[in-house]
């Protein structure tokens, strides 16, 4: 009996196994995964059927758990499996079911969740690499012997069971293996004529040792699953998307692939480097041939100082930084995603089962009347959400970009009174498939899945920014259980909440929700309750909260700026009288940041709260000679965010203005040009003509004089604004 120790996703494995298997031409052939997973090998040797793909089991009842295997061209396991089905004889998996599998790994302790790759890179670090794929690559990939590879994954087999043994799990999987294989003998096929493929660290307890008794596995926790087959994506199969069995580069792997199987593993670096060097190409950032040749010379000469005979990933992107990229990561860093990731996407048959979620989708489609979308390329879908069929078209793309299913994505509609009118970009592509399949997991149908993760995501909630962003999300959904749910959830967290950017923020959520609510069929007025708490809550906190700094105040004003967008949208339901109060004590108190109180200033202006007395008292207050020059720019950015024309009128702001700047020294007028800088390139160019006659007035000089003035360019080139900014 030939027991086989790959490496997942390994090229030398499934090239030295390819090997293995021509030689012994088995009458069996016995494999990890799952057994019932055996019924799901015809679709992958299907000849409609392109790799990447992948199994996935998964159970049935929450919380759910699942088992993902993908499989490349060069995964050892798809090798055994085509060569078995091109030679007529058994293919079959022989680790536990899927039921007893996900059964067990719900049943894991505390000690078996150690970090499972931490081994791999002491043994890395052990042999001088920096990583354990570096290592891997350099000892095992880069091995053309299939003995020398039979040997050393033997050796490090049991190197890895001496220093990590097996723990609990892994024991039953071996026993349940070994069950397998003693049936697999019992059928009176010869000892000779069996192959077992398994990960390396498994197969030396496959040799000998008892086999799971029946008694034994009737013991072992069960829970129902349904697997299905999925077409995969080279971008998943990275370990840069969370798969983690030693495939980080699949593209790389692929060329490696090749190279094993036409002996042209020399020539490597060459291929690799050349298609690095063509989408640098592509993207403008020429490199002539000679450069190539420079980056291979060095990578080899990085191998040297190993003592290798071939460079590895590692080496050919030191060398690709230092040779293509002059140095610069950033430089290079898209052409080398894109040879080293690759964007293969699988295929399987049409015919192929599939999940009860993906079928939801499809009849959801049909019903919708969406299928004309189910193309490659991205079309615009324009929703009227006050016709029934246009409505339902809305819950059900939201409920896709919620759960990050990318056929649908909106788009920001900038006709902010048209609140019927919705726009979105729809574009199917093949990775869609996978996202179904794995949206599946949580449940059978689109709307369910929605409604189990919005419920999640709002266990998880401790801010009311996130609190309220799910309650929007819900109404765009049409979910009126999570609805009710945040809107539960958010009364009780605002109570305790006391920052006033986070409030703001919930305050501007709601407002959104309430202003489609009608159109989505939500009840508005548990909503508005919510509003108008929340909105008081952060009017009442503003007082307190604009006594800051600088450094603060931006992101402070915006959260003013959403108060009064709010108090204006819906004076019917927030308390405007305590917002009329708030704006006048933030004006009026002079521990108020000076840009705070002076946004204060300006809302109150737009909103007639302020007559010309009272204004014109401010500007004597905020700008005359006796304010420090800083607080008195601060305050005049803070003014000058609204109501540009009411100040364009005030002759009076413009003669204090310039009173206060003629009477400053050198040093103080640099302290607060950034300011005035800042705040003039807000006005359009005709407001500062505007400007420019009350200056030409206060100088008692022509308007084209001034115009001339102000029209000479500012040299700035020795001015350092970040030195002179407050």
């Not at 983690?244 to 490597?268: C, D, I, K, R, V």
């Not at 020429?286 to 040297?304: K, N, Y």
Request: proline share 5%.
């Amino acid at each position: 009996m030939q027991i086989f120790g790959i490496r997942h996703l390994s090229p030398a494995s499934a090239f030295h196994l390819s090997r293995l298997l021509d030689a012994v031409q088995p009458q069996i052939v016995l494999i990890e995964g799952p057994d019932d997973a055996t019924a799901h090998l015809d679709t992958l040797t299907h000849c409609e059927t392109r790799a990447p793909v992948a199994l996935m089991a998964y159970t049935i009842d929450p919380p759910i758990r699942s088992i993902l295997m993908p499989y490349a061209d060069y995964s050892p396991e798809l090798i055994a499996i085509r060569w078995a089905h091109a030679n007529g004889v058994t293919a079959q998996y022989i680790d536990l079911p899927s039921s007893i599998f996900c059964a067990l790994h719900g049943k894991q302790s505390d000690n078996d969740r150690t970090d499972p790759n931490a081994i791999y890179h002491d043994i890395a670090r052990r042999n001088g690499y920096d990583n354990y794929n570096a290592y891997w690559e350099a000892v095992f990939e880069h091995c053309a012997s299939s003995e020398d590879y039979a040997l050393a994954i033997s050796e490090f087999a049991e190197t890895l069971r001496k220093i990590q043994p097996p723990n609990a799990i892994n024991l039953v999987r071996e026993a349940y293996m070994r069950r397998q294989i003693a049936a697999a003998r019992q059928s009176g096929i010869p000892d000779n004529k069996i192959v077992v493929v398994c990960g390396a660290y498994h197969a030396p307890a496959l040799y000998n040792g008892d086999g799971m008794t029946d008694q034994e596995l009737s013991q072992l926790p069960a829970l129902e699953t349904a697997l299905t087959a999925m077409p995969y994506a080279y971008s998943r199969l990275s370990t840069q998307s969370g798969y983690g069995a030693g495939n980080e580069s699949p593209h790389y792997f692929q060329l490696l692939w090749q190279a094993l199987q036409n002996n042209t593993l020399t020539q490597l670096p060459t291929i690799f480097l050349t298609q690095v060097t063509r989408q640098l190409r592509n993207q403008g950032n020429i490199r002539s041939t000679a450069e190539i040749i420079d980056t291979v010379q060095l990578a080899r000469r990085l191998a040297d100082l190993r003592n290798a005979e071939q460079p590895t990933l590692q080496d050919l992107r030191a060398a690709a930084v230092t040779c293509l990229g002059q140095g610069e990561l950033s430089v290079i860093s898209e052409a080398m995603h894109h040879a080293e990731i690759g964007t293969a996407m699988g295929q399987l048959p049409v015919n192929t089962a599939r999940t009860a979620l993906q079928n939801d989708f499809a009849h959801q489609l049909r019903q919708l009347k969406l299928g004309k979308f189910h193309a490659d390329a991205a079309r615009t879908l324009t929703l009227d959400l006050r016709k029934p069929l246009d409505l339902r078209r809305s819950f059900f793309l939201h409920r896709l970009y919620t759960l990050g299913v990318s056929f649908a994505a909106p788009k920001p509609n900038h006709q902010h009174h048209a609140t019927w009118k919705e726009t979105f970009t729809l574009q199917w592509s093949p990775d869609i498939e996978v996202e179904l399949v794995e949206t599946s997991l949580l449940s059978a149908s689109i709307e369910q899945a929605t409604l189990i993760f919005l419920h999640e995501s709002l266990s998880e909630c401790s801010d009311v920014s996130d609190i309220t962003r799910i309650l929007q999300q819900s109404a765009l959904c049409g979910l009126p259980d999570t609805l009710r749910q945040a809107q539960q959830q958010l009364a009780e967290y605002a109570i305790d909440n006391d920052d006033l950017p986070t409030l703001a923020n919930a305050v501007q959520d709601m407002s959104a929700a309430i202003t489609y609510g009608s159109l989505r069929r939500v009840d508005a007025a548990p909503l508005s309750n919510l509003l108008a708490q929340l909105f008081l809550r952060a009017v009442l906190q503003a007082p307190a909260a604009c006594s800051c700094n600088a450094y603060t105040a931006p992101r402070l004003q915006r959260a003013l700026h959403t108060l009064h967008i709010t108090a204006d949208t819906h004076s019917d339901i927030v308390n405007i009288s305590q917002w009329h109060e708030t704006l006048r004590e933030l004006t009026k108190r002079d521990d108020i940041n000076p840009q705070l109180a002076g946004y204060a200033t300006a809302v109150q202006l737009s909103i007639g709260q302020l007559n010309e007395a009272t204004l014109d008292m401010h500007l004597h207050h905020r700008l005359s000679v006796g304010t420090p020059a800083p607080q008195a720019a601060q305050w005049f950015e803070g003014l000058a965010t609204l109501n540009h024309y009411a100040l364009l009128l005030n002759p009076l702001l413009w003669q204090l203005l310039n009173t206060l700047i003629e009477t400053l020294q050198d040093e103080d007028f640099l302290r607060i040009l950034v300011v005035l800088r800042r705040t003039f390139s807000n006005f359009s160019r005709q407001e500062r003509r505007n400007i420019w006659q009350h200056l030409g007035e206060i100088w008692c000089v022509s308007d084209d004089a001034v115009e001339y003035i102000m029209s000479q360019e500012l040299l700035t080139n020795d001015f350092n604004f970040e030195e002179y900014s407050l």
